[in-house]
C-alpha cells in the first residue's frame, strides 16, 4: 500500500470514527465563564470525541486515565484550569527539575566561568605557539580546557533534557504546548556561537514560559531584552553609523539588569547538540566588536517585523527594517566576565529622527525608541492577525479560516494582546471543535516522542537519551539554524524516510529502547500477555488508538505484517534480536528527507512478536501520527 495512501485512509477514518464512550455526554460549556466575545457554543464533535481532542492538542497527548479524569470535572473546568497554570500544582515535576545542575545555577556566574575558561584556553594556545613541546603542565591544562568545553556541552543537553521532561510529565500541558510554540515562532539556534546554550536556558525558563500565557508586548520585550537573541540575531554589535548622531556625552546613563537564574542536565552531544551538524560560531561576541565593521545590523529589525510580529505580508517596507534597526542600537549584552545580562549603551545609540510604519520617534531619545517601535508593533492589527494566524494554526488546523482568525484577531485587540484570552477564544470555537479539525494534524518528531511516552505512561527521562531521539527523527532541540523555526504543517514533516522512521521508533519504544518506557507496566496491557491475537489488538486500540483505527490499521496490527517494514527489510533497519512476550504470533519531517535513525539513539531496531509488537505497529500507525 503506498505510503498516501496509508495517511490517506488514516485521516478518513479519523474524520468518520464513533465516539469512544458507551454515550454522547451533555457539553458542559455553560458551567465555566464564557470566552472573550465567543461566538458560538455550537460543537460537531461528541463529547468524548470533544475531551479526546482538547487533550490531544492542548497536551501532548493523554496519559492512561486522562480521558475519565477531564470527563469528571468537565472538559470546559479542565480547560480553564490548563489556561491558568498558575493554579496547577507542579510539585512533582519541580522536585524532578532540580536535578539539573546548570539549570539551577546563576547566570552571572556561568558565564563568569566562561569567560575564565575562554581566557585560559587562549593562554594556553599562547603559550604553545611559544614553545617547541608541550610540557606536562600544558598538558594539564588542555585537559581541564577540554572538560571545560563538556560543562558547556551539559547545559546544552541538560537544557533539551529538562524541555523534553516537562513536555513528558508536567500537569500544566497547556504551558507546555505554549512554551514550545512560542519558543519555535522566537526561533533561536543553540549552536549560534559558544555562548548561546548559557543564554538560552534563561530565555527558556525566564523569558519564555513565564510569559507563555501573559500579554504579547510583554513577551516581545522580554524576548528583545533577552542575550540569547540579542546574541543569536547579532542586534548585540549594531551600532549607530559613523554619520549618525549618538548619545555619547549626553549624560544619560547606561540601562541594563543583571544575569538572571539560568534554569536546569543531560550529557554531551557532539557540535553543541545531538544530530545537529556542527558549525563555526560567529565572532558576534560584544566585547570583540572593535574587530567587527562597526554600523548597524538590521538582522533583528528584519526577524521583529517579518516573523516575530506583523508577518511577511505585514504592510512594513525596508526603510521600516533600517529605522526599527536603528531604533534598537545600544540594546546589547555585558561582557561574560561580568555575567552577561543586557544592558543599553548610549554611546553606540543612533539618536537621530526616525519614521516606522508611519510613526515619527523624535530625535535625541534613548531606550524609549525601541520600547515605542514595540509598542506600535503589539498594537497594530497586522500584528493581532499573524499571531492568531499561528496560534490557529497550531491548534485548528493547518488552513485555518479566515472567520475564526478574524474572530481571534479582534479578541487580540479588545484585549490589549492578551495571549490567553487569544487563545481561549480558539480552543473554545465552534473551528476547533469540527468534524474537519479532529485527527487532522500530522505530529511533529518532538510530539511523536513525547505523546508515545505519554501514551505508554512512561517517566521522565533526565538523560540526553529522549532528546536524541526527537533529533534523529529530524527536529533536535533548538536545532534549526534559520530564525523561522520548525515546520508547523504536516507535509513538511511526512515523507517515506520520515514515516518510516516513525515506524521503526513505534517498534523500539515498544521494545523498552525508550528511557522510561516499559509496556508491561501499563494496568490495560498486564492482563492480556496470554489472551488471543484479535484481543490484545482490541485492548491496544482501546488503550492507544483510543479506540479508533482504519480496517487497514486493524489489518497490520492483526497480521503482524507491515508494508513499509517488509519493503525495507533488506535494509538492516528490520534485522535484530526478536523481542517476546512470551506469546508469539506466528506473523513476523522535516524539510529535508529524514535521515535513518542512527543506532546510537535506539541501538538496532528490534524484530518483535506478539503484544510487543502489536504496541509498535500501533504507535507506528496514521492514526497515533495525526493528532
Do not use: C
Amino acid at each position: 500500500m503506498p505510503v498516501t495512501k496509508l495517511i490517506r485512509i488514516g485521516a478518513a477514518v479519523f474524520l468518520a470514527a464513533a465516539p469512544i464512550g458507551a454515550s454522547a455526554q451533555k457539553s458542559d460549556a455553560r458551567k465555566a465563564a464564557k470566552p472573550v466575545s465567543a461566538r458560538s457554543d455550537v460543537r460537531e464533535l461528541p463529547a468524548d470525541q470533544q475531551i479526546i481532542h482538547a487533550l490531544d492538542r492542548l497536551t501532548f497527548g493523554a496519559k492512561p486515565g486522562d480521558i475519565l479524569k477531564v470527563r469528571a470535572i468537565g472538559l470546559d473546568t479542565w480547560i480553564d484550569q490548563q489556561l491558568h497554570p498558575e493554579r496547577i500544582n507542579d510539585d512533582a515535576m519541580t522536585a524532578f527539575l532540580s536535578r539539573y545542575s546548570a539549570l539551577n545555577s546563576d547566570q552571572n556566574d556561568l558565564l563568569k566561568q566562561y569567560a575564565a575558561d575562554q581566557r585560559a584556553r587562549r593562554e594556553v594556545k599562547r603559550e604553545r605557539a611559544d614553545a617547541k613541546g608541550m610540557t606536562a603542565e600544558d598538558s594539564a591544562q588542555m585537559r581541564r580546557m577540554r572538560q571545560q568545553n563538556n560543562s558547556r556541552r551539559q547545559v546544552v543537553t541538560q537544557l533539551q533534557s529538562s524541555r523534553t521532561a516537562r513536555a513528558v510529565a508536567s500537569e500544566r500541558q497547556l504551558q507546555e504546548v505554549m512554551t514550545d510554540f512560542w519558543e519555535n515562532h522566537f526561533n533561536i539556534y543553540a549552536a549560534k556561537g559558544a555562548a548561546e546554550p548559557y543564554y538560552l536556558v534563561d530565555f527558556d525558563q525566564n523569558v519564555i514560559r513565564p510569559n507563555a500565557l501573559g500579554k504579547f508586548r510583554d513577551l516581545l520585550e522580554a524576548v528583545a531584552k533577552s542575550p540569547a537573541m540579542l546574541f543569536y540575531l547579532d542586534n548585540a554589535r549594531s551600532m549607530a553609523d559613523s554619520t549618525r548622531p549618538t548619545l555619547a556625552g549626553s549624560g544619560k546613563r547606561e540601562a541594563g539588569s543583571g544575569g538572571s537564574r539560568i534554569g536546569r542536565g543531560a550529557r554531551r552531544g557532539r557540535g553543541g547538540l545531538p544530530g545537529m551538524p556542527r558549525v563555526i560560531p560567529q565572532p558576534n561576541r560584544p566585547q570583540q566588536q572593535k574587530k567587527l565593521r562597526a554600523g548597524l545590523n538590521e538582522n533583528y529589525g528584519r526577524e521583529l517585523l517579518e516573523l516575530h510580529t506583523l508577518g511577511v505580508d505585514g504592510g512594513y517596507t525596508q526603510q521600516d527594517v533600517i529605522n526599527v534597526a536603528r531604533a534598537f542600537t545600544g540594546w546589547t549584552i555585558k561582557a561574560p566576565a561580568q555575567g552577561g545580562g543586557f544592558i543599553f549603551r548610549p554611546q553606540v545609540h543612533d539618536a537621530g529622527e526616525k519614521l516606522v510604519l508611519g510613526h515619527k520617534l523624535a530625535a535625541g531619545r534613548g531606550m524609549e525608541d525601541a520600547e515605542e517601535v514595540l509598542d506600535i508593533l503589539a498594537k497594530s492589527p497586522a500584528t493581532a492577525r499573524f499571531i492568531s494566524w499561528k496560534l490557529a494554526r497550531r491548534f485548528v488546523s493547518d488552513t485555518p479560516s479566515k472567520a475564526l482568525v478574524d474572530h481571534a484577531a479582534q479578541v487580540y485587540l479588545k484585549t490589549d494582546g492578551d495571549i490567553r484570552e487569544v487563545l481561549r477564544s480558539i480552543i473554545t470555537s465552534p473551528e476547533f471543535f469540527s468534524q474537519q479539525a479532529f485527527r487532522s494534524k500530522v505530529k511533529s518528531p518532538f510530539e511523536v516522542v513525547v505523546s508515545a511516552m505519554r501514551a505508554l505512561n512512561a517517566v521522565p527521562d533526565s538523560t540526553p537519551r529522549t532528546a536524541q531521539v526527537i533529533a534523529y527523527l529530524g527536529q533536535p532541540i533548538f536545532g534549526h539554524q534559520a530564525p523561522n523555526g520548525w515546520p508547523e504543517t504536516g507535509e513538511s514533516w511526512m515523507n517515506t524516510g520520515a514515516i518510516l522512521n516513525r515506524i521503526n521508533f513505534g517498534m523500539a519504544a515498544a521494545a523498552g529502547r525508550v528511557p522510561g518506557v516499559n509496556i508491561r507496566a501499563l494496568p490495560a496491557l498486564d492482563t492480556i500477555r496470554s489472551a488471543p491475537r484479535e484481543k490484545q489488538v482490541d485492548v491496544v486500540v482501546a488503550t492507544i488508538l483510543n479506540g479508533m483505527a482504519s480496517p487497514d490499521t486493524r489489518a497490520v496490527l492483526v497480521s503482524g505484517e507491515h508494508p513499509m517494514l517488509k519493503r525495507d527489510a533488506g535494509s538492516g533497519m528490520g534485522d535484530a534480536e526478536t523481542v517476546d512476550d512470551g506469546n508469539s504470533s506466528s506473523s513476523p519531517m522535516s524539510p529535508r528527507p529524514a535521515p535513518r535513525i542512527p543506532r546510537p539513539a535506539l541501538g538496532k531496531i528490534p524484530q518483535l512478536t506478539g503484544l510487543p509488537q502489536i504496541v509498535g505497529l500501533a504507535l507506528g500507525s496514521p492514526e497515533f501520527q495525526r493528532h
